[in-house]
C-alpha cells in the first residue's frame, strides 16, 4: 500500500532535494584552484591569437621567479577570460580595442605581430606600454593599465599567489611586533 504525501511533505522534500544540490554544486565550484579545471581549449571570450597575447603579457607582468611561479602558471589569462565572458560591463569591446593597440604598436616598433616577436621585442613592447602609465595618452598605454590591474587582481587571489608567493598560512595566531592601528 502506497503511503500518501502531505502537501507540506511534498514541499519540504522539494526544498531539502534543491538545497542539497545546490549547496554540491557550490562547494564543488568552490574547490577549484584559480587556474585548474578551466582549460585552455575552453576559452569563452578570447579568441586562440588573443589569448595567446593575454597570456604572454600576463605573465612579463608577473613572471615565475626563485619565489613562486608567474601568471601563466596561476591561470590568469584563463580567469580573465571566463570573468569577461561572464560580464555586463562594457569591458570587452574595450580588451579586443586594446589587444589591437598591442599589435599596432609591436608592428610599429618592430614591423611584426607581438606573438611573432622575439622575446626582446616583446619586452621592448611592453616597456613602452607601461612608459605612460601615470598619465596614458595611447590606447596601448591605457590597455597597459587595464591588463596590470587584472593581472594583479586574478594572481593574488589564485592558491598560488596566496599561498607560494605571499605565502599565506591561513587564520592563525601571530607572535611578534605588527606595524598596524593601536587602540590604545
Given at each position: 500500500?502506497?503511503?500518501k504525501?502531505?502537501?507540506?511533505?511534498?514541499?519540504?522534500?522539494?526544498?531539502?532535494?534543491?538545497?542539497?544540490?545546490?549547496?554540491?554544486?557550490?562547494?564543488?565550484?568552490?574547490?577549484?584552484?584559480?587556474?585548474?579545471?578551466?582549460?585552455v581549449?575552453?576559452?569563452?571570450?578570447?579568441?586562440?591569437?588573443?589569448?595567446?597575447?593575454?597570456?604572454?603579457?600576463?605573465?612579463?607582468?608577473?613572471?615565475?621567479?626563485?619565489?613562486?611561479?608567474?601568471?601563466?602558471?596561476?591561470?590568469?589569462?584563463?580567469?580573465?577570460?571566463?570573468?569577461?565572458?561572464?560580464?555586463?560591463?562594457?569591458?570587452?569591446?574595450?580588451?579586443?580595442?586594446?589587444?589591437?593597440?598591442?599589435?599596432?604598436?609591436s608592428?610599429?616598433?618592430?614591423?611584426?605581430?607581438?606573438?611573432?616577436?622575439?622575446?626582446?621585442?616583446?619586452?621592448?613592447?611592453?616597456t613602452?606600454?607601461?612608459?605612460?602609465?601615470?598619465?596614458?595618452k595611447?590606447?596601448?598605454?591605457?590597455?597597459?593599465?587595464?591588463?596590470?590591474?587584472?593581472?594583479?587582481?586574478?594572481?593574488?587571489?589564485?592558491?598560488?599567489?596566496?599561498?607560494?608567493?605571499?605565502?599565506?598560512?591561513?587564520?592563525?595566531?601571530?607572535?611578534?611586533e605588527?606595524?598596524?592601528?593601536?587602540?590604545?
Amino acid at each position: 500500500m502506497k503511503k500518501k504525501l502531505t502537501r507540506r511533505e511534498m514541499i519540504q522534500a522539494t526544498a531539502a532535494g534543491a538545497a542539497g544540490a545546490a549547496g554540491a554544486a557550490g562547494a564543488a565550484a568552490m574547490s577549484l584552484p584559480l587556474g585548474q579545471g578551466t582549460p585552455v581549449q575552453g576559452k569563452k571570450f578570447f579568441t586562440p591569437a588573443e589569448f595567446a597575447v593575454v597570456d604572454e603579457l600576463s605573465d612579463m607582468i608577473i613572471p615565475t621567479d626563485e619565489r613562486s611561479p608567474g601568471a601563466r602558471a596561476a591561470g590568469v589569462a584563463a580567469f580573465i577570460d571566463a570573468r569577461l565572458a561572464e560580464s555586463f560591463e562594457p569591458e570587452p569591446p574595450r580588451w579586443r580595442a586594446g589587444l589591437q593597440a598591442v599589435e599596432a604598436l609591436s608592428r610599429e616598433l618592430h614591423a611584426t605581430g607581438f606573438m611573432a616577436s622575439s622575446a626582446e621585442q616583446r619586452l621592448a613592447v611592453l616597456t613602452k606600454m607601461a612608459a605612460g602609465e601615470s598619465e596614458p595618452k595611447t590606447p596601448a598605454e591605457r590597455f597597459f593599465r587595464e591588463i596590470k590591474g587584472s593581472t594583479i587582481r586574478a594572481y593574488y587571489t589564485s592558491k598560488i599567489g596566496i599561498h607560494d608567493d605571499q605565502q599565506y598560512q591561513g587564520n592563525v595566531y601571530q607572535n611578534g611586533e605588527f606595524a598596524g592601528f593601536d587602540p590604545a
